[in-house]
């Protein structure tokens, strides 16, 4: 059974940073490549950062390109999620999962930017 357990969210102000961190099981996490994911209050969940199997390669879009960093640990099957210069917009709620999705999904970790 597939397991996603996020955690690292919280409440900070804008241009603050948070860590977030995505213990897995169920699978084998060096295998996939994965993905953090968000949603906010009325809109659709969106990837915001991938990285291969090995972390050799990242991806993210644009409007998050040089504030957020996905890096991964093997040896712990953890997936993590460093954001730098946070904004209002980037509230949501915080997801893992594999780049191409499993069905299930954790619980997800919420984080809030404001003053």
């Known amino acids: 059974q597939v397991q996603f357990v996020e955690s690292g969210g919280g409440l900070q102000q804008p241009g603050g940073s948070l860590r977030l961190s995505c213990t897995t099981s169920?699978?084998?996490?060096?295998?996939?490549?994965m993905s953090w994911y968000r949603q906010a209050p009325g809109k659709e969940r969106e990837k915001v950062a991938s990285i291969s199997t090995a972390g050799g390669s990242t991806d993210y879009p644009d409007d998050i390109e040089g504030r957020f960093s996905i890096f991964r640990d093997n040896a712990k099957d953890t997936v993590y999620l460093q954001m730098n210069s946070l904004k209002p917009e980037d509230t949501a709620v915080y997801y893992c999962?594999?780049?191409?999705?499993?069905?299930?999904w954790g619980k997800g970790t919420q984080v809030t930017v404001s003053s």
């Open positions: 169920g699978f084998t996490f060096s295998h996939y490549a």
């Open positions: 999962n594999a780049a191409v999705p499993f069905e299930g």
